[in-house]
């Protein structure tokens, strides 16, 4: 169901690759709620990603951008306004990426190249993004700007990697520059702390299975999907969240308020095995 949340409102999302992506739900949840919209990412995903067809179906915009370079972002903000008719209403950050986690590198054995690349691509991006829209205007009074986190920011996660210290600086970067963007043009900027979710991206963690059969277990609620991820950016955009700015929010079923659940616990104590005593055979 439609409740014409965005209507009239002018957005770009950054991030959409395929079906599985947190980025293409809410473009199409945006769409659904009245919105219009470009669309970005590398010109690398858009060869080997779906998103002809999202533009197709959403009447969006492709605008190819490496959100590493503040020229590109420059043009998606420049080219989206100039599409869109006016200034934007909201952005969406859906970015992250480690060569390290690509390249089984475990976290005491970074490569710090790799390690350099992951936060560029992952945090620093975000911070280029805001600094762009900033210097340029480009975001009406009230907008909202949402990047897409990870508890790992907070908390350590087998297999994570160097993606947690990425997620820890994207946090940082929303409060600090939510700050300034709110006191000089009302903008407001968060992060949605999300639940392991099984996008293209987040199938290359380690472990991504068990970790979200334990996570479903632990949150009281379960894990939330892609789709309600959408749903939650659709409302963090609308005019009804205009006074929430630098905060991370979780939407994860109240995994991050929890220590042990009853369905995790029993599970944990059917995996433990009673020592067989051999001189008792």
Not at 31 to 36: D, K, L, Q, V
Not at 188 to 213: C, E, F, H, Y
Request: net charge neutral.
């Amino acid at each position: 169901m439609a409740y014409n949340l965005l209507k009239g409102k002018r957005g770009i999302i950054f991030g959409a690759l395929d079906h599985k992506s947190i980025a293409w739900k809410v473009a199409e949840k945006a769409h659904e709620e009245g919105a219009i919209f470009t669309l970005s990412n590398t010109p690398t995903a858009l060869r080997f990603g779906e998103l002809d067809e999202l533009s197709k179906k959403t009447g969006a915009e492709v605008i190819p951008a490496d959100a590493t370079s503040v020229d590109d972002l420059i043009n998606v903000f420049e080219t989206s306004m100039k599409v869109l008719g006016g200034k934007i209403d909201f952005v969406l950050h859906s970015i992250g990426m480690s060569l390290n986690v690509r390249k089984k590198r475990v976290y005491n054995d970074l490569n710090y190249n790799y390690l350099q690349k992951t936060l560029d691509i992952s945090a620093i991006s975000f911070h280029k993004m805001l600094q762009v829209a900033y210097k340029l205007d480009a975001i009406n009074e009230w907008g909202s700007v949402l990047a897409l986190s990870y508890i790992a920011a907070q908390r350590v996660l087998y297999g994570y990697n160097d993606m947690a210290d990425a997620k820890a600086l994207l946090e940082s970067i929303a409060r600090s520059f939510g700050y300034i963007y709110g006191r000089e043009r009302k903008v407001r900027v968060n992060t949605i702390s999300q639940s392991p979710t099984k996008t293209t991206a987040g199938s290359g963690v380690k472990g991504i299975d068990g970790l979200m059969d334990f996570t479903d277990r632990m949150s009281p609620l379960g894990n939330a999907s892609a789709e309600e991820c959408a749903d939650y950016c659709v409302v963090m955009f609308s005019d009804l969240t205009k006074k929430v700015t630098m905060q991370n929010l979780y939407h994860d079923g109240g995994f991050s308020s929890m220590g042990m659940s009853l369905k995790a616990m029993s599970m944990y104590n059917k995996s433990l095995e009673v020592p067989i005593d051999l001189d008792e055979e």
